[in-house]
């Protein structure tokens, strides 16, 4: 009993050190100075801590810039993708209208359809919309998340029909029946769904690859495969560029694991 | 608000009837002209698209576009750098889901183990690759790789063995790859196995412990038939996942050396955004989109032969 007990908490270390230490090599080569991850064997603490590849970045090589498109970016696919679903996701669990159980199966089918398949028709309507390297192109495809509304949907079929025909009865509007007591109860959900888009926003490649052609409108993903290409010899100003890309992801998912995993759950397992 | 007369409150029922189906439209309608504009409009036309010869003359003047029929199809099926394509793919897939699998079902059952201490902080931190930025952690994967300075051949140096080429040679590209892929997403199925081991009773193990089953048979004949049916479905959609590889050999390899981590969507970013073959492109999504449905209707087979999974 004792020996299984040790050999399993040394094999969830062992573990534990093959998830970490690509991270922490990383952040430690981002602070060595300029050449000595190119030595064997290679060092894993900095000789001499900089911040000089950190300087580099933001003053020379416009990681400021990039690391802006990808908040504000993030930030408004969130709330366009809160604002486009969730509204209709409860709708779809709780309001009866004509039309709703096909529409329903509609969107089933369209499930099993990959987003990349329309990519390219997508791409050249943008382009005769004059959206390409704009924002309002890198957001569009977050406004049609089906994913999104059935995550809210099977959310919002717990909510009690007895509450909303009361509030009916106490001569509520649908529109403040939505506002007061169906948002409020939805709450964890949005947090979820909020939280999944905006990480899903922030690392996303192939679509702001293709439609952010100019430099300045790069996200940080993009920014990143463009810097790698140029500057491959130079390891520690590509890995501050990696901190500067995953710390902001990783710190928000560590702040909201709780909703982010429950969320996950829910979408997968009861499938 | 009491209601007297029967006729009064059939009129204000329908005429709330009425309302709420507006409203309900309200809700429903920018979701869905959203849907059917940027999701589903795109999907048909890359349909039609797949059938003509769209290409950089097309995209500058719409006369130079034909019809072509199925002419795009024929082409790839004897384009050898497409099955090229196909081959990787299908590589990647068949060795990245039995090892992807098998890492989170070894961590889902350690973890599951009492003795274990700290768990839910082990859980959260395994899961944490998963949500870190691909193109980033690929970057990080491949200074790892690197075959004079990368960590993982000092590591194989100093117990004897000789260094690897890993992301310099055909024949371990895609092992390397997959090395940094299972990493980044075997704490999403470790979270799922997880879940469901811990709906099986601690009874069961230890009638079977009592019985005199040491920690293998008790994995075989009670872990596995709980976790069976949910591992052929993680495994399926798994698949289905690997066949949409693209920003992995894009950062570590560009799809080389010599062709040996091109996938099919990489093949497919490249006719169409390199070359602006977008005619061709699309028929590489459609063949793409074929064989994902394909895994999905047998995901939907084995579903209802195993029952409701969870």
Redesign the interface.
């Known amino acids: 009993m004792k020996i299984r007990s040790i050999l399993l908490n040394l094999a969830v270390a062992l573990i534990a050190l093959i998830v970490l230490f690509p991270l922490v090599w990383m952040a430690s080569v981002s602070f060595m100075p300029t050449g000595e991850a190119a030595t064997f064997p290679p060092p894993l603490v900095p000789s001499r801590w900089t911040l000089e590849h950190y300087q580099d970045l933001f003053l020379n090589q416009g990681m400021g810039r990039y690391l802006w498109n990808s908040f504000a970016l993030a930030t408004l696919a969130t709330i366009l993708a809160l604002s486009f679903t969730v509204p209709a996701g409860y709708a779809f669990a709780k309001l009866k209208f004509t039309g709703r159980e096909r529409l329903f199966q509609f969107l089933v089918a369209a499930l099993v359809v990959p987003a990349q398949i329309g990519t390219l028709p997508l791409f050249l309507m943008l382009k005769g919309m004059g959206l390409v390297n704009t924002y309002a192109g890198a957001l569009v495809p977050w406004l049609a998340s089906i994913f999104g509304l059935f995550l809210v949907r099977q959310y919002a079929l717990s909510i009690p029909d007895e509450m909303l025909e009361a509030a009916r009865i106490d001569g509520a509007s649908e529109g403040q029946i939505f506002r007061r007591i169906v948002l409020p109860t939805l709450q964890p959900i949005i947090v979820t769904l909020g939280l999944f888009v905006f990480l899903g926003s922030w690392n996303d490649f192939l679509w702001p690859l293709i439609i952010l052609t100019d430099q300045s409108n790069y996200t940080l993903p993009v920014a990143l495969a463009a810097l790698s290409r140029e500057h491959v010899q130079d390891i520690e100003l590509m890995m501050a560029g990696a901190v500067v890309t995953v710390a902001p992801v990783l710190i928000l998912f560590l702040a909201l694991q709780r909703y982010y995993i429950r969320g996950m759950l829910a979408g997968s397992v009861k499938g | 608000?009491t209601v007297a007369d029967p006729a009064i409150s059939a009129v204000r029922g329908s005429r709330?009837l009425a309302?709420?189906?507006r409203?309900?439209?309200?809700?429903?309608a920018?979701?869905?002209i959203?849907?059917g504009?940027?999701?589903?409009?795109?999907?048909i036309?890359?349909l039609l698209?797949s059938l003509t010869d769209f290409d950089i003359y097309a995209l500058a003047n719409l006369d130079n576009l034909r019809f072509v029929g199925l002419q795009n199809y024929e082409r790839l099926m004897t384009n050898p750098l497409f099955w090229g394509a196909m081959k990787n793919t299908l590589t990647f897939a068949v060795l990245g889901v039995p090892l992807s699998i098998a890492a989170s079902l070894a961590?889902a059952v350690?973890?599951n183990?009492r003795?274990?201490?700290w768990r839910p902080i082990?859980r959260?931190?395994?899961?944490?690759?998963y949500?870190?930025?691909?193109?980033?952690?690929a970057?990080?994967?491949?200074?790892?790789l690197h075959t004079?300075?990368?960590?993982i051949n000092?590591g194989l140096e100093?117990i004897g063995l000789p260094a690897v080429d890993w992301l310099g040679q055909p024949s371990t590209s895609i092992p390397a790859i997959l090395m940094f892929v299972v990493?980044k997403i075997f704490?999403?199925n470790m979270?799922?196995f997880l879940?469901?081991l811990q709906t099986v009773p601690d009874d069961l193990y230890e009638a079977a412990r009592i019985d005199g089953a040491g920690?293998w048979k008790q994995f075989r004949h009670v872990t596995l038939p709980a976790i069976a049916p949910?591992m052929l479905?993680v495994s399926i959609i798994s698949v289905?996942s690997f066949f949409?590889l693209?920003?992995e050999p894009?950062?570590m390899t560009?799809g080389g050396p010599a062709q040996s981590t091109v996938t099919v969507?990489y093949f497919?970013?490249e006719e169409?955004?390199k070359w602006w073959n977008?005619g061709s492109?699309?028929a590489v999504?459609?063949v793409?989109?074929l064989c994902?449905?394909a895994i999905?209707l047998v995901q939907l087979a084995v579903?209802k032969r195993v029952g409701a999974?969870?």
């Open positions: 608000m709330g309302a709420r189906e409203a309900a439209w309200g809700f429903v920018p979701a869905m959203a849907i504009l940027f999701f589903a409009l795109p999907v036309a890359a698209l961590a350690i973890l183990a003795v274990v201490k082990w959260v931190m395994f899961f944490a690759p949500v870190t930025t691909l193109v980033a952690t970057v990080v994967w491949r200074y790892l004079r300075y990368g960590v000092w100093s990493w704490g999403y979270l799922i879940a469901v920690p949910t479905l289905a949409q693209f920003a894009y950062v560009q969507l497919m970013y169409g955004f977008l492109a699309s999504a459609f793409l989109f994902i449905l999905t579903a999974y969870q």
